[in-house]
């Protein structure tokens, strides 16, 4: 009996290593498949970003959107590299191989579903879900003109108290007070449900570019019934270029948690 359990047990382990070794061997003779390594339109990185938009600032002189961006060909040389507008429908050739560009007209408030793919000269095609699809946006409209319309908006959504779409302007990765997203949502939640005649105005003051997020400087205003003088001052807010301008961060005056900040 201990004689069978021996072998069952040598048999086991052998399966087992035999199983590592084909892996082992496997992976080692996988071809890694072509990439687009980076797309960008001047400072805003593409790869991995949801929603982006294009503004005024963002174009050439000649009116153009140019993408530019490095393609590795997985060990052979890349043969190409193509663009679809349109979320994989359709294509067209960018010009260069490992660096490469493409430009095109964008019409006012058109909306690009951008996608990516590779080929090296072994003839393998990237799979354009390694890329994803980046949403883009083309606003005639300048930097400034564009966050003020951004605050437009989440103030009207305060004031019209509407909690699930006031999140939805707050990106996931939020990164204060004092524990992100969800601390966020109750104390919006709160201001929503003991605030009446809520009247928020928000002024753009100076804005600034960082690596990965559009800072801005705001002056805000809130009233709401019961309140004997408006309220305010200056909150900093991170929108995420990358994300629809969701808003990344919050500091310095708070316009939110009002309804915490009332007389008993």
Same mark, same amino acid.
């Given at each position: 009996?201990?004689?069978? /359990?021996?072998?069952?047990?040598?048999? +086991?382990?052998?399966?087992?290593?035999?199983?590592?070794?084909?892996?082992?061997?496997?992976?080692?003779?996988?071809?890694?498949?072509?990439?687009?390594?980076?797309?960008?339109?001047? /400072?805003?990185?593409?790869?991995?970003?949801?929603?982006?938009?294009?503004?005024?600032?963002?174009?050439?002189?000649?009116?153009? !959107?140019?993408?530019?961006?490095?393609?590795?060909?997985?060990?052979?040389?890349?043969?190409?590299?193509?663009?679809?507008?349109?979320?994989?429908?359709?294509?067209?050739?960018?010009?260069?191989?490992?660096?490469? %560009?493409?430009?095109?007209?964008?019409?006012?408030?058109?909306?690009?579903?951008?996608?990516?793919?590779?080929?090296?000269?072994?003839? !393998?095609?990237?799979?354009?879900?390694?890329?994803?699809?980046? %949403?883009?946006?083309?606003?005639?409209?300048?930097?400034?003109?564009?966050?003020? %319309?951004?605050?437009?908006?989440?103030?009207?959504?305060?004031?019209?108290?509407?909690?699930?779409?006031?999140?939805?302007? +707050?990106?996931?990765?939020?990164?204060?007070?004092?524990?992100?997203?969800?601390?966020?949502?109750?104390?919006?939640?709160?201001?929503?449900?003991?605030?009446?005649?809520?009247?928020?105005?928000?002024?753009?003051? %100076?804005?600034?570019?960082?690596?990965?997020?559009?800072?801005?400087? +705001?002056?805000?205003?809130?009233?709401?019934?019961? #309140?004997?003088?408006?309220?305010?001052?200056?909150?900093? +807010?991170?929108?995420?270029?990358?994300?629809?301008?969701?808003?990344? #961060?919050?500091?310095?005056?708070?316009?939110?948690?009002?309804?915490?900040?009332?007389?008993?």
């Amino acid at each position: 009996m201990d004689v069978r /359990k021996g072998f069952c047990r040598f048999g +086991i382990v052998g399966i087992a290593l035999l199983s590592l070794f084909a892996l082992t061997a496997l992976t080692r003779g996988a071809t890694p498949e072509p990439s687009v390594t980076s797309a960008r339109i001047g /400072k805003k990185e593409l790869k991995g970003a949801t929603g982006v938009t294009i503004i005024k600032g963002d174009l050439t002189r000649s009116g153009e !959107i140019l993408i530019k961006g490095t393609a590795d060909g997985g060990g052979p040389q890349v043969k190409e590299v193509e663009v679809s507008l349109d979320g994989g429908t359709t294509w067209k050739d960018a010009t260069g191989c490992e660096r490469w %560009q493409y430009r095109f007209i964008p019409v006012p408030k058109g909306t690009y579903n951008l996608t990516l793919r590779v080929t090296n000269t072994a003839g !393998i095609v990237s799979n354009p879900r390694a890329f994803g699809v980046t %949403q883009l946006t083309y606003l005639p409209i300048t930097l400034w003109e564009l966050i003020q %319309q951004r605050a437009d908006e989440l103030a009207k959504i305060y004031m019209s108290r509407d909690l699930e779409r006031y999140m939805s302007f +707050i990106s996931r990765g939020y990164q204060n007070y004092p524990r992100g997203w969800h601390r966020l949502r109750r104390t919006i939640d709160n201001d929503f449900k003991f605030l009446n005649n809520i009247v928020l105005r928000f002024t753009v003051d %100076q804005i600034f570019e960082l690596e990965g997020a559009i800072m801005a400087d +705001i002056h805000w205003r809130l009233t709401y019934a019961g #309140l004997t003088r408006p309220e305010e001052g200056y909150v900093e +807010i991170h929108f995420d270029p990358t994300d629809q301008l969701k808003i990344l #961060l919050q500091e310095k005056d708070r316009y939110f948690g009002a309804a915490s900040r009332r007389a008993p």
